[in-house]
């Protein structure tokens, strides 16, 4: 049974940073394209950061050059650095693993950012 297990979030104020995981139990991990996206209350789920394994890294234009995602193929992690947090990056972040064929979420992990 596939999971994706996100860890990390956390209340945190404004300029603040914060480092998600996702712990991924995948076969061939390195062959998927992971991700991470959100949703705010009252919004649709947005991508925040996709990494594959051959394509160049996507980021939102919201969080470009503040947010980092990167992965670990041999720990099967995926990791999103943020800095430089807003009020507006506060939603529940969801890790994502993708391949040609199927595509898997994690249950989400709670980010915070007071004002």
């Known amino acids: 049974q596939v999971q994706l297990v996100e860890s990390g979030g956390a209340l945190v104020q404004s300029g603040g940073s914060l480092r998600l995981s996702c712990k991924a139990s995948?076969?061939?991990?390195?062959?998927?394209?992971m991700g991470w996206f959100r949703q705010a209350p009252g919004k649709q789920r947005e991508m925040v950061a996709t990494?594959?394994?051959?394509?160049?890294?996507n980021y939102a234009d919201s969080v470009k050059g503040r947010f980092t995602i990167s992965r670990d193929n041999h720990k099967k992690e995926v990791y999103l650095q943020m800095n430089s947090l807003k009020p507006e990056d506060t939603a529940v972040y969801y890790c994502?693993?993708?391949?040609?064929?199927?595509?898997?979420w994690g249950q989400g992990t709670q980010v915070t950012v007071s004002s």
């Open positions: 995948l076969n061939f991990f390195s062959g998927y394209t």
């Open positions: 994502s693993a993708r391949d040609v064929v199927k595509e898997y």
């Open positions: 990494i594959s394994p051959i394509e160049p890294t």
